[in-house]
């Protein structure tokens, strides 16, 4: 089996591949030291992947579980407003998945999930310091 960058896993029989089975899970890295959305975002950048994206239920579960337990407080996630006002994730794509979590919306550019909430999203200030979750990307493996 191949684990590839699109989060698929692949069977690879005889040097031809031959079909797709379920994706590959997420790994999430929490950080806890505070910075604002774009320093958070370089540091994920420079030394993992990208801020975290959430696409379903199982990514919000994921991440709120990854989030130190005694921590209630609201932490970076890899959603943004563009410039031409439309929210799309840090790692691509410029429009929201099927899945959202909303609590509030404000007029500021960047989300925090907010753990103490079930992991709601709150649009807030991009220069506001939080900790942050990272996405890590899938490694490609062969077995």
Not at 6 to 21: D, E, H, P, T, Y
Not at 86 to 109: H, V
Not at 130 to 143: A, G
Request: include cysteine; hydrophobic fraction near 35%.
């Amino acid at each position: 089996m191949i684990f590839c960058a699109n989060g698929c896993i692949q069977k690879q029989m005889g040097g031809c591949l031959f079909g797709v089975s379920s994706p590959a899970p997420r790994r999430y890295h929490y950080v806890s030291e505070s910075r604002t959305w774009l320093a958070a975002q370089s540091y994920c950048r420079t030394l993992y992947s990208d801020l975290a994206t959430i696409n379903s239920m199982e990514d919000m579960n994921s991440l709120t579980n990854e989030v130190d337990p005694l921590y209630i407080g609201a932490v970076w996630i890899g959603l943004k407003r563009g410039t031409q006002k439309r929210w799309g994730w840090s790692m691509g794509g410029d429009t929201l998945s099927q899945y959202s979590n909303w609590e509030n919306l404000f007029q500021a550019d960047c989300v925090a999930m907010i753990k103490g909430l079930s992991g709601k999203w709150e649009n807030t200030i991009c220069g506001r310091k939080l900790p942050f979750l990272i996405l890590y990307k899938p490694i490609l493996t062969y077995f």
